[in-house]
């Protein structure tokens, strides 16, 4: 079965940076786009950008693209995205998500679990 | 960037009842809508994409409608599984945005 599993729960001062994984198995990793996405405490959702597992390729949300890079590893079938200079706001669940189509939709079936990112001085 | 609005924001409604939740784009993105559906402290589930079709799985008493700018999920009979909070999607175009939010309790 398709699983995405993250990493641990992480606390970090304002200005540091943070990198979260994303492991998945149960399908082929290269034919996917995988998808990232934040939720504040009590908040919505906001998604973050995409990484095409096959060729490398992103896209980032404007609001965080000078901080925020997304990458991949093919052998590990593993996705990866990192977040800098940390605020306060930047406290939230942050999930990884495989898009629903292979051609890429934009649409989101499998989730990670989720991973609390906490920005505290 | 395309904004979605939800409403209402929370409701409480009774097993078995009908309950309708409404999602405004803010400007026109066709059939590209999706919903989701996430309980206390676990990742969204997928439940309907393009405005009405079920995932995989999904139980018929959920059922999508709309198009253009405004769209609406229904539950036709509530079940206890089924308290949550429901936000909807827009594929329409980056960046990828979601609705606030519905929650539904229990009455």
């Known amino acids: 079965q398709v699983r995405l599993v993250q990493s641990g729960a992480e606390v970090r001062k304002p200005g540091a940076s943070v990198k979260v994984s994303c492991k998945t198995s149960g399908y082929s990793f290269i034919s996917y786009t995988i998808h990232w996405v934040r939720q504040a405490p009590g908040q919505s959702l906001e998604w973050m950008g995409w990484?095409?597992?096959?060729?490398?390729?992103?896209k980032y949300s404007q609001n965080l693209q000078d901080r925020v890079t997304i990458a991949r590893d093919t052998s590990a079938s593993t996705a990866y995205m990192e977040l800098s200079s940390l605020r306060s706001e930047d406290t939230a669940v942050y999930y990884c998500a495989r898009d629903w189509c292979s051609s890429r939709c934009d649409l989101f079936d499998y989730w990670g679990q989720g991973t609390l990112v906490t920005v505290s001085s | 960037d395309i904004q979605m609005t939800q409403s209402p924001s929370s409701l409480s409604a009774s097993v078995g009842d009908r309950v309708t939740i409404t999602c405004r784009a803010s400007?026109?993105?066709?059939?590209?809508l999706n919903w989701y559906q996430q309980k206390s402290g676990t990742a969204p589930n997928f439940l309907i994409y393009s405005v009405s079709s079920l995932e995989s799985g999904v139980p018929s008493r959920f059922s999508g409608s709309g198009s253009g700018t405004d769209f609406t999920l229904t539950i036709s009979s509530l079940q206890p599984e089924d308290f949550a909070t429901y936000y909807c999607?827009?594929?329409?175009?980056?960046?990828?945005?979601f609705g606030g939010g519905t929650k539904v309790e229990i009455k």
């Open positions: 990484i095409n597992a096959g060729n490398g390729n992103t």
């Open positions: 999607q827009q594929n329409y175009n980056a960046p990828l945005t």
């Open positions: 400007q026109s993105i066709g059939k590209y």
